[in-house]
């Protein structure tokens, strides 16, 4: 939220610190900061308030309470409202039918005049980013500033009746402000009068009782609505507003009235003819009080650093919790717009904030074995420390499927709304993925996975299973690395579930079966020399170049003179797969791969390169390449 370095500074008798000094205070004790930028003789702070503090602080009386708890600095008193009650003015005919606003509070102003905002108020919105449209609009969005309370204006007189605020009917329509046509469902609040909709609960206004420079009545509206229903609505039609931003993460009732009288102040400053009706006030006015047992013990506990009683009911009382010391426990009274303050360690983070984590002396952590119920760690971590050297690489599958036992009320995906009964399955599938792009028939995919699985409604396992596949099933018959590998882990074929076809055997087990090794051995997996490098995702070009050479000659002279020509793009290569003798010469056929890490290659440009490595190959006259 963007703050105003002048607003803030009319909440304060003192001098506010230097805005280096106040962003530094704020980073360190409540909210980062995203940027700082000179406005127009302001400062405007960029402070980035997080869902949880929604509530209180998408406003500048929350970032003002915060800085005066950080810094020590009173707020002032600032004086009432003032109202021009008449009781002539017949009061606002409010119904609620649906209990997903909580509060609706309504007032009529009669004999004002659609103007031009003064110049302090214009300038103000403006210069955070606010685009000035009139004198009681911009009210409305200065008192949300202000506050963070969304209010909204209709013209009495295109009112129909009174005000009801209800579910909308299935294939209702409304005309926002903006001219965007809406199709309404049961699921939506909206505010209506006696012939229809007036407003989208919470998010836009309507068409229909737009206030126009020829407004003379306003029915005012201040009220609190659902955020999750708020969030779901703005969801399903697409439109994000200050308004909704504020209602999807909740706002304390009280919120309502304070900042209705606001907005009739300022109408009223703006309108001395102007006149008022009676508040219409429908729903809670206050909060629940939330009372929170704060043991002064568990507060060192978690901070690591002792703080008395004394001292955390003054870092309380600082941002308005009022606390009442009780033996060894603080009884903390929560202020009714902290809606994010409901359990002990909620207060205990706000007493850590408050004294500063920089005062905190950070403590090395005991170093300890791992207890028993870290087994299932450290057999994991035995299955790829004594496969990884084998040649096997680990994946993770997905965790739902298609089919199973299991089914998920509300799934990722409406083609796997299953968990899964094995992990054979998805090893069967990601094994014949990836022996489409084996480079040599003889060469096998060996692949492992640890994971979970949900054989029937209420059992949950974990498991094992590893798999290995070739393109070819004469290669197949002839591997040894399933055996190896339950060898390795102290099993046998015996112990664990077979799955195999002609060119691939996969093997699956529970992970109780295995033995787990010694911690400290277990760390040995982890090589800090090893080099990270992303890979690409663009398709790959393999080509093959055969020659013939004179006897005596090393595959790897002629794989050097290959390699040096082959530029950057050659990623795999070149691989000797062939080797025959005939005729006193050698032939010698070599496989390169050429991929590109930010673009898809072209036939051109690998023939580009290979043309040039042929090139440098017959620079020497006893070397044929086999065309």
């Keep these: 939220m963007k703050v105003s370095y002048n607003w803030l500074q009319e909440y304060f008798n003192d001098k506010l610190p230097a805005v280096e000094d106040l962003t530094r205070g704020l980073t360190f004790h409540a909210f980062e900061i995203d940027g700082v930028e000179q406005v127009q003789g302001d400062k405007i702070i960029d402070v980035d308030v997080l ?244 043991p002064v013990k568990l507060v060192g506990q978690r901070l690591g650093v002792e703080i008395d009683g004394v001292e955390i009911t003054k870092l309380l009382n600082k941002i308005n919790i009022k606390t009442e010391i009780d033996g060894d426990h603080i009884l903390a009274t929560v202020p009714a717009v902290r809606l994010d303050l409901r359990l002990p360690e909620d207060l205990i983070e706000e007493v850590g904030r408050l004294y500063g984590y920089e005062k905190i002396t950070s403590v090395d952590l005991p170093v300890k074995k791992p207890e028993p119920h870290a087994s299932s760690f450290l057999k994991t971590q035995t299955v790829r420390v004594k496969l990884l050297p084998l040649g096997f690489s680990e994946i993770y599958n997905r965790t739902f499927a298609d089919k199973g036992e299991v089914f998920i009320a509300n799934p990722l995906a409406k083609d796997k709304p299953y968990l899964r009964t094995n992990l054979s399955d998805g090893m069967i599938e990601k094994i014949e993925f990836n022996l489409k792009n084996v480079l040599f028939d003889d060469k096998s995919v060996k692949i492992f996975e640890v994971g979970t699985a949900f054989p029937k409604v209420g059992e949950e396992e974990m498991r094992v299973v590893i798999g290995v596949g070739y393109t070819k099933a004469k290669f197949h018959t002839k591997s040894e690395d399933i055996k190896k590998a339950l060898e390795t882990l102290g099993l046998s074929e015996g112990d664990v579930k077979i799955s195999k076809s002609e060119t691939m055997t996969v093997a699956e087990f529970g992970l109780s079966k295995i033995a787990e090794g010694d911690f400290a051995d277990l760390k040995s997996f982890v090589h800090p020399d090893t080099i990270y490098k992303r890979f690409s995702v663009f398709p790959r070009i393999i080509r093959d170049i055969a020659l013939f050479v004179p006897e005596g000659t090393t595959p790897e002279s002629v794989a050097e003179i290959i390699k040096e020509n082959a530029g950057d793009l050659c990623v795999r290569g070149p691989i000797l797969f062939d080797e025959f003798h005939k005729d006193g010469k050698v032939s010698l056929a070599y496989r390169l791969v050429f991929q590109s890490p930010d673009r898809t290659l072209s036939d051109d440009e690998t023939n580009q390169i290979m043309e040039k490595i042929i090139t440098e190959l017959e620079k020497n006259t006893d070397f044929e390449v086999r065309k």
């Design 51 to 294: 869902p949880n503090r929604a509530s209180d602080c998408l406003s500048h009386n929350g970032i003002a309470s915060e800085i005066s708890a950080i810094f020590d600095l009173p707020i002032k008193t600032f004086p009432e409202s003032l109202f021009n009650l008449d009781s002539n003015i017949t009061s606002v005919g409010v119904k609620v039918e649906t209990d997903l606003c909580s509060r609706y509070i309504g007032v009529k102003i009669e004999n004002i005049k659609i103007a031009e905002s003064p110049d302090w108020l214009k300038s103000g919105l403006e210069n955070l980013g606010q685009r000035s449209i009139n004198n009681l609009v911009d009210a409305t969005n200065f008192c949300l500033l202000m506050f963070g309370q969304p209010l909204h204006a209709f013209d009495a007189d295109k009112v129909a009746g009174g005000i009801t605020v209800r579910l909308a009917r299935d294939g209702e329509e409304m005309i926002t402000l903006d001219n965007k046509e809406l199709k309404l469902d049961s699921t939506m609040v909206v505010i209506a009068d006696d012939e229809g909709v007036l407003a989208l609960a919470g998010i836009k206004g309507g068409k229909k009782a737009e206030v126009t420079e020829v407004t003379k009545n306003v029915i005012l509206e201040s009220a609190n609505f659902s955020g999750l229903s708020v969030r779901k609505t703005a969801q399903k039609v697409g439109i994000r507003t200050d308004a909704s931003k504020r209602f999807e993460n909740g706002l304390a009732v009280e919120l309502a009235e304070k900042g209705m009288r606001e907005l009739i102040g300022m109408i009223l400053k703006f309108n001395p003819e102007a006149k008022n009706s009676d508040l219409t006030d429908i729903g809670s006015k206050s909060e629940v009080v939330t009372t929170v047992t704060l």
